[in-house]
């Protein structure tokens, strides 16, 4: 018998907190404030619930992740990984030093998978383009600091040990033997448009934004080379590169081979929720997989669909 995926048994102790199907979707539409077809679509994991969705409905309904997850040790096996972008402490750089470092696996295992789902720029993407990387780091940094001196795109200072690490990440993530993107279509418009409003409040001058914009086509330039070819041009390895019908609401991604197993899920924009659990993993990764049956894949195979999101993307960028 067939195991159910932790999203399989959420839905299950929904249901058995509201047995009749009109009552738990009346009740989750008042509580999330969504439309009712937007809840049908959630429950017949058409769409993922957010993290903050099943955040909220946790604690309103007094429902245990243990109980979501399938774990009974009595502890919760996430956790929350802060980290300050721009003055690290010593524990923070070194949470993250060493879960890039577990990705020198990749160098040895026999098999490797990483995928991710997401809205913004994939991380083996946009690492590799310092202007797109570190607009990422000034928009946290703006929504996120207090610092108003922080608030110029001009003032964003990346320590060179975050660089590093980044570069390093870089570096492993481009060995990984089978990696599947999924991107949200509009991608590339929400970051123009997040680009522009800081433009119009002077935030970031007009040579910053040329050069920002000469880095979206290089990032475009990289990313058509990749679906063209199905693999990393650095490595070869192979890259299964999708476009969602569906909008993704947040961003998760795991990594799955034999001496490493981990899967994150975006949180607040600014920090991940991590797990190591492999049985955790295991269901995330069976889950996370079931999106590509709303995308459309454009490496490789249908070359007019991929024309038509790149010419797309580019005209989008032009308008920068």
Known sequence: ????????????????????????????VDLLCLEREAVYRRLRKDVAFTANEIAKIATTWNISFDEVIGAHSGKLPFQMLPLNYLNPSPKEFYSMHEKIKALDDVQTAAYS?????????PKPLRIGFPMLFRFSIFYWAYHYRNDESQNLFS??????????DFEYYKQNIVHVQNTSLILDEMVFEYFIHNVNYFHSILAITDKEKGLIKKELYALLDYMKEIANNGCYPETRK????????????????????ENLKTCSVS??????????????????????????????????????????????????????
């Open 238 to 257: 192979k890259v299964f590169m999708y476009i969602s019908q569906l909008t993704i609401n947040t961003n998760y991604n795991y990594y799955y081979s």
């Open 1 to 28: 018998m067939k195991k159910n995926t932790w999203i399989d048994i959420f839905i299950e102790l929904l249901q058995e907190k509201y047995p009749r199907n009109s009552q738990l979707i009346a009740e989750l």
């Open 267 to 320: 949180a607040f924009g600014k920090d991940e929720i991590t797990s190591n659990d492999s049985e955790i993993v295991a269901n995330f990764r069976e889950w996370m997989n079931l999106k590509k049956r709303a995308a459309i894949q454009i490496s490789e195979v249908n070359e007019k669909r991929r024309f038509e999101f790149f010419n797309k993307q580019k005209k989008i960028v032009d308008s920068l």
């Open 113 to 121: 998978e990483y995928m991710e789902v997401c809205n913004v720029f």
């Open 155 to 164: 003032k964003i200072v990346i320590p060179d040990s975050i660089y590093a």
